[in-house]
C-alpha cells in the first residue's frame, strides 16, 4: 500500500473506531426494576410492554409476580434508565418500587 493511499484511508479508520467507541459508551443497561409488593400483574405487565415500545428488551420476568421479592430484569438505553428511575424516586410510581442497574455486588 501506497503511502498516499494509506493517509487518506487513516483518518477514515480512525473515525470508524471513534463511532464504534461512542456507540460501546451508550450501549444498553442491564436494569433490575423492583415491583411494589400490591402491584397487579397487567400493572407490571404494563411497565414491561412499555419497555420493549420503547426499544428497551425483558431479559427476565420470572420473578415479576413474586409475593417475596417482585422484579424483572430489563435491557435499556441510558436515558430510559434514568427516566424510569427519577420516576420511581421517592416512592412516586404506583407500581415500581426502585430501579438499578444489574451489577455484580461484593461485600468484604
Not at 46 to 70: C, E, H, R, Y
Amino acid at each position: 500500500m501506497s503511502l498516499p493511499l494509506l493517509s487518506r484511508i487513516a483518518p477514515l479508520l480512525f473515525r470508524r473506531q471513534l463511532s464504534t467507541t461512542t456507540a460501546s459508551i451508550m450501549a444498553d443497561k442491564q436494569v433490575i426494576v423492583t415491583f411494589k409488593k400490591g402491584a397487579s400483574s397487567a400493572d407490571k405487565a404494563a411497565i414491561l410492554n412499555g419497555v420493549v415500545a420503547k426499544g428497551g428488551k425483558v431479559v427476565d420476568k420470572s420473578d415479576a409476580d413474586s409475593s417475596i421479592f417482585p422484579y424483572a430484569v430489563v435491557s435499556i438505553s441510558p436515558d430510559s434508565f434514568a427516566a424510569l428511575q427519577s420516576a420511581s424516586l421517592d416512592d412516586k410510581h404506583d407500581v415500581i418500587k426502585g430501579v438499578e442497574e444489574d451489577k455484580e455486588v461484593r461485600i468484604q
